[in-house]
């Protein structure tokens, strides 16, 4: 059987900006982001602006989350991101108003082809629409899109698409029942 | 379909202390349990009681672990509290003698209604009577009971009850033997 | 029914290192390893071998990366460590070349043997052959041993032996297809 070589990793196509923006706002991230001496969103948001993050008013940003790259994130109204969230968005993540991303979960923009001897890396958006909810220590996946009010259970892995208005839980994580707002 | 809306998010009922003994507490857990330079559970027990914290004797606090309000918490004795775990206790934690919670376990006391345009806050007590041991990276939702000497295996979800001498496992966790003790 | 008593538990059979070398290494693990101000590989692997592990050419470490004993790993030529990786090796880790271990997997050579009152602590290996890879957030248990190029899925949980060129997901994680490298 063939053999993976990972001495043969060539990732120089992937070009997700500047070094020295890179560098930069790697230590921006950690001292007032991860760093939970810093509890309030205010001044996270505004760094996370100053490298061209899209945020909208009223986003509430908790003590503890890991954001790569700020120029490829847009969060909407309203949307809360929990503690200790990590958002590792290789490639652009799209959140829309009113969402909630619970303590722990992970947004997985990054993969790897395991086909490949060369173990190529792949990368995908991920999209949550309005009012989705993502429980505590869930995971997605590359290419992963949340349609309106979707909710994943928490400790789950969600890949694909999550249905409007539909909960679901597992890994993978399936449809388990529909979400009624009165 | 109707659609959540943060911006009325209302947890005013809440009351979980004052802000000066939250604020306090949340700089003291930084610094002393969460950071692990200090490895030793003497001045962990120390602070914690200070907050209104029931520790029994022979209780153990590894490193890392992060503690929402000790005021909410009771701990008997020779219980250990491993590494990274999160007791994020909006609610009252009760944990009876010699349990063990492994590294990473979560102890998760909040929720939200996702039926409610107002996303509204609901909390609920946990309580692991004597003998409980929780696995690495498992969670509890709250209103769990895990009876006398219940197990819950590694990275799994516990709702509800768990029956004594009993071992669970998966997401959500389901009994699948019994646990004798020689 | 009998129950648990931890002030009986009794690990002094267990020596995994003079407490000099294991208080010396606690700390640099927290100030060089887990503390993400150092981003680069070289002095983390400097310090690694100083302590005993074996770190072959090529070897990637990623931020926030955790080894409890570096005495007790051993890590082949261009195998990655991703970021916030936790290697609890109590017991010998052997990792082949080539491997990639992925964000927050944890690897657990520790154990606690519920059928006794003490509670006794018991250990095992782990093995990772060439090629292999841990997914996000995945977890291995004690006396693990992941053949050549085995795969494990994201968030699963793996015991006993994954068979050479095959995939699993789950907890417990279970194969779900064969690997094929072009």
Redesign the interface.
């Known amino acids: 059987?063939?053999?993976?070589?990972?001495?043969k990793y060539n990732n120089s196509w992937y070009k997700p900006g500047s070094a020295i923006k890179r560098t930069l706002w790697?230590?921006i991230n950690?001292l007032f982001l991860?760093n939970?001496?810093n509890?309030s969103s205010g001044l996270k948001k505004a760094l996370l602006k100053l490298f061209g993050a899209k945020i909208a008013s009223?986003v509430v940003i908790k003590p503890g989350v890991n954001i790569k790259y700020p120029w490829k994130l847009s969060i909407g109204?309203?949307?809360?991101i929990g503690e200790n969230v990590?958002i590792?968005n290789l490639d652009q993540v799209t959140i829309g108003k009113?969402c909630?991303l619970s303590?722990?979960a992970?947004l997985?923009c990054g993969n790897?082809n395991?086909?490949?001897?060369t173990?190529d890396l792949m990368i995908g958006p991920i999209v949550l629409e309005?009012?989705v909810?993502i429980g505590?220590?869930s995971?997605l996946?590359p290419n992963t899109i949340c349609k309106?009010?979707a909710?994943l259970?928490?400790?789950?892995?969600a890949s694909g698409e999550l249905e409007?208005?539909s909960?679901y839980?597992?890994?993978?994580a399936v449809k388990v029942k529909l979400?009624?707002?009165?």
């Open positions: 059987m063939k053999q993976t070589d990972l001495s790697y230590f950690l991860i939970p001496l509890p009223g109204e309203h949307t809360w990590w590792d009113n909630c303590q722990g992970l997985l790897h395991f086909k490949k001897k173990f309005d009012g909810w505590a220590q995971m996946t309106s009010h909710v259970s928490v400790q789950s892995v409007t208005y909960i839980r597992g890994n993978p979400r009624k707002i009165e």
